[in-house]
């Protein structure tokens, strides 16, 4: 399943298609075969600055 997701957001790439998992944390349950999708925001510029 796993395999399935990667393989589909890389082909997705490839072609030059938005990539359907973009931003997006994917958590997989394998007992039942769930998969869930959480977004992920992304982080405020001004808190990537480096330190000297």
Not at 23 to 52: E, F, I, K, S, W
Request: with cysteine; hydrophobic share 40%.
């Amino acid at each position: 399943m796993i395999a399935g997701l990667i393989a589909a957001e890389c082909g997705a790439y490839l072609a030059g298609r938005p990539v359907p998992g973009e931003r997006t944390q994917y958590g997989v349950d394998p007992a039942n075969g769930t998969v869930r999708r959480h977004p992920v925001l992304p982080v405020p510029a001004d808190l990537m600055v480096q330190a000297p």
